[in-house]
């Protein structure tokens, strides 16, 4: 069973930088497919960044050329490198592996 953790967030001003961390425990991490989901205040959660176990990745047309997703599979880690913040960035930021997720971080983006 895989456990997922992430980290990395925090306040930022728009156009800033955050980079988030997703630390996963358990399962066969190098076989896994990841993703990034975010859920604002009041909205639904909605698929940020999708990364298979070969690495190919999907991003929302919403932060496609800001956001880069990653992989480590030798640190099963996995990471979300967020440039060019905008203030609807904001929300909580969660990791996904194979129905499993994380507690999520915040991520803040003030204009």
């Known amino acids: 069973q895989v456990q997922l953790m992430e980290s990395g967030g925090g306040l930022v001003q728009a156009g800033g930088s955050l980079r988030l961390s997703c630390a996963a425990s358990?399962?066969?991490?190098?076989?896994?497919?990841m993703a990034w989901y975010r859920q604002a205040l009041g909205k639904q959660r909605e698929l940020v960044a999708f990364?298979?176990?070969?690495?190919?990745?999907n991003y929302a047309d919403s932060v496609k050329g800001r956001f880069t997703i990653s992989r480590d599979n030798a640190k099963k880690m996995m990471y979300l490198q967020m440039d060019s913040l905008k203030a609807e960035d904001t929300a909580v930021y969660y990791c996904?592996?194979?129905?499993?997720w994380g507690q999520g971080t915040q991520v803040t983006v003030s204009s």
């Open positions: 996904w592996s194979i129905g499993t």
């Open positions: 358990g399962s066969i991490f190098r076989f896994n497919a």
């Open positions: 990364i298979s176990s070969g690495g190919s990745t």
